[in-house]
């Protein structure tokens, strides 16, 4: 597959960025005539942001799946879609090409349809990284019913409020999943998740643990049944078929719950089209794809990256898409350079989390691993510091491969800002330039825009987006009100990223990290509220504030302050509870690294807990506190210090 739309020189680079902010719609016609469409649009983009309204390729109608698998059939049968990398270095390796996967994804969009899922439905998806996974997703897309994958790693709570929130139907799972030296009990999570629901009619599970489940007559079916019994139905005489439903451009593709500022997870809405286009031109780009190259996303399809980088960019794109059930660091620190040797991997796409944890381990996990194979290297997820950027560029890359440091988000649907490899200037720890289509604009407090300068001729600001790209979100599922007041509201007439961000003379952008109360822990984003709702749950809790610490290996790390009841006979013990309850009620993600017993909070007059000061506490940066004379109680603070773990 050639890709016209590839950029391949610097002043290609300046020349298309001009011409998608003179001419969006043209410019985005002009990749759009390299996709498959069952007819085309009427109007190619019709926007405002104070509803907010985003509509891309308005009246054209598609499916993504024919543009991921059907166009690929004539010419890459045969190459291989989905590397499969189990968790188990012993265990054989799956190839999936793209006529197995065509047939595949038939077969699961029947075993939908034979269950009765309709466009539109909500399908909620919990599975670990197994390539039915990827067939569940496309399955969806292909009957026109929206996925909403779940990672592995929240509880049975989170995926209860997320059912709730969509109003899901239909769940796809496995009996369990492997993740290193562990099992974890998928079906057992959803059968907790489902007590009390009454949406859900019916649960297909998958074996691969082989862990003891119950299922539950009339709701639980086994896929492996359901998908022999679509076998016959989708292939007659060797010819696989299954007619993908017609989708409207801006029919919604997969609803993804993200952690924002309040308390509850939002479901970010991506739109067909639009995302489609998004995921697989920025994919192609940023990473220089070329054709037979081998790419490996190293993130989990529970989140973002793994859903454009992983299935839709890569499969739209007609590459070949490493898919890894395991972790980096089990059986050992090695595992990802040998899974390089292994499958002759050209792009590595990674988090700086997986770096700065892998760099640990020093040298040994390397010896005698070629790497040879890899021409790029990427990062994502949150801010790389230069160590971390120059160790995976010396001792992963040796000096060879451009490193890729792309900031995005759940609600971006691809890459905003990033270096494109080889081809526009990499700078350590600078995620660089804007991708064409992509107007940042750096604001202050007050909305206005940033023009004071440095002495280095840096600015600082809050990051904006000024006008909409093809992959923003379009609503978030159920309230569209609080999509606008989230991403719309804070700066009127901008998409908001929650970002801080610098802009140096040369136009290059550096994310410094979240502005609001949210975390960015290993990747994952973690909302503070959220957290403290989790440990105010817990009995003895009376009060709790969480902020965020820099933590080597993760980034951030998880700081709770807590004002606790009972007496307790061992803070130990009591810590070990508080984890626990949090472990219940959000997942062993969102675990406190650190839990401090206080007395009391710093509070203002009106009540409001003061972060700033906790925040400055947690980092241990005592001279910063700032003002701390209009507290309601001064004195709590030198208690906090005093008692700082
Ligand atoms: C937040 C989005 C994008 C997929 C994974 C995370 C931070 C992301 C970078 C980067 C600095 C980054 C931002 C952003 N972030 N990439 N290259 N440099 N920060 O998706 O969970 O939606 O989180 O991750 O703070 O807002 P997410």
């Known amino acids: 597959m050639a890709y016209p739309f590839q950029i391949t020189s610097l002043e290609q680079y300046h020349r298309d960025y001009k011409r998608s902010a003179e001419d969006p719609e043209g410019f985005w016609a002009e990749v759009a005539e390299n996709f498959l469409w069952r007819k085309k649009w009427d109007r190619v983009l019709n926007w405002n942001f104070t509803e907010p309204k985003v509509e891309w390729f308005g009246g054209a109608k598609l499916n993504i799946t024919e543009n991921a698998i059907d166009r690929h059939l004539a010419t890459m049968r045969d190459k291989p879609a989905i590397i499969w990398e189990p968790n188990n270095p012993e265990e054989r390796t799956r190839v999936v090409t793209y006529e197995r996967l065509h047939k595949r994804v038939c077969q699961f969009a029947q075993v939908l349809k034979n269950n009765g899922v309709k466009k539109g439905d909500r399908v909620c998806i919990y599975m670990g990284m197994v390539p039915e996974l990827a067939y569940a997703v496309l399955g969806c897309a292909r009957i026109g019913a929206i996925h909403s994958v779940i990672f592995g790693g929240f509880s049975a709570r989170s995926i209860a409020d997320r059912l709730d929130d969509a109003q899901a139907e239909y769940i796809v799972t496995c009996d369990g999943a492997y993740r290193g030296a562990k099992d974890i009990p998928l079906k057992s999570l959803i059968d907790d998740a489902l007590i009390g629901n009454k949406t859900v009619k019916r649960v297909i599970v998958y074996t691969r643990t082989r862990t003891p489940v119950s299922m539950i007559k009339g709701r639980d079916v086994w896929w492996e049944d359901e998908m022999e019994h679509a076998e016959s139905q989708v292939e007659k005489n060797g010819v696989v078929s299954f007619p993908a439903e017609e989708m409207d451009a801006e029919d919604p593709l997969f609803i993804l719950y993200t952690s924002g500022s309040t308390g509850k997870p939002k479901g970010v809405v991506h739109s067909t089209a639009g995302y489609m286009l998004w995921t697989t031109y920025t994919f192609v780009n940023v990473f220089q794809y070329k054709p037979g190259d081998i790419h490996f996303c190293t993130a989990d399809i529970g989140w973002i990256t793994g859903h454009s980088y992983i299935v839709y960019g890569p499969l739209c794109a007609g590459a070949t898409s490493v898919m890894f059930e395991g972790i980096p660091t089990w059986p050992d620190a090695g595992r990802f350079w040998d899974i390089i040797d292994k499958h002759q991997v050209n792009i590595l796409y990674t988090a700086p989390t997986a770096i700065r944890s892998l760099m640990g381990f020093g040298h040994e996990p390397l010896e005698g691993k070629h790497l040879a194979s890899l021409k790029v290297l990427g990062t994502v997820g949150e801010p790389i510091n230069e160590e971390a950027w120059h160790w995976y560029d010396e001792n992963i890359g040796k000096k060879q491969c451009p490193v890729v ?138 009060e709790s504030a969480v902020v965020g610490y820099p933590h080597d290996i993760k980034g951030q790390g998880i700081y709770a302050f807590v004002i606790y009841n009972h007496a307790h006979i061992n803070d130990e013990l009591t810590r070990q509870d508080i984890q626990q309850t949090v472990t219940r009620i959000i997942g062993p993600i969102a675990k406190p690294d650190k839990i401090q017993f206080v007395h009391g909070l710093p509070k203002t007059r009106s009540g409001k807990i003061m972060r700033r000061i906790l925040r400055k506490i947690a980092e241990a940066d005592f001279d910063h506190l700032g003002d701390i004379s209009t507290l309601l109680d001064p004195g709590v603070v030198e208690e906090i210090k005093n008692g700082r773990i």
């Open 405 to 542: 440091d792309t900031w995005w988000q759940t609600e971006t649907g691809g890459t905003l800002i990033s270096n494109l490899a080889g081809v526009t200037p990499e700078k350590p720890s600078w995620a660089s330039l804007p991708m064409p289509g992509i107007i940042p604009l750096l604001v202050n407090e007050d909305g206005s825009e940033v023009t004071e300068k440095d002495e280095d001729g840096v600015m600082k600001g809050n990051l904006c987006i000024a006008a909409p790209w093809p992959g923003i979100l379009r609503t978030t599922y159920g309230d569209h009100e609080r999509c606008r007041t989230n991403y719309f509201a804070t700066y009127p007439g901008m998409y908001f990223t929650g970002d801080g961000a610098l802009k140096d003379d040369q136009g290059n952008y550096r994310i410094t990290g979240r502005v609001d109360d949210v975390l960015n822990v290993s990747g994952h984003r973690i909302g503070t509220a959220e957290v403290e709702n989790a440990i105010n749950m817990h009995s003895g809790v009376v």
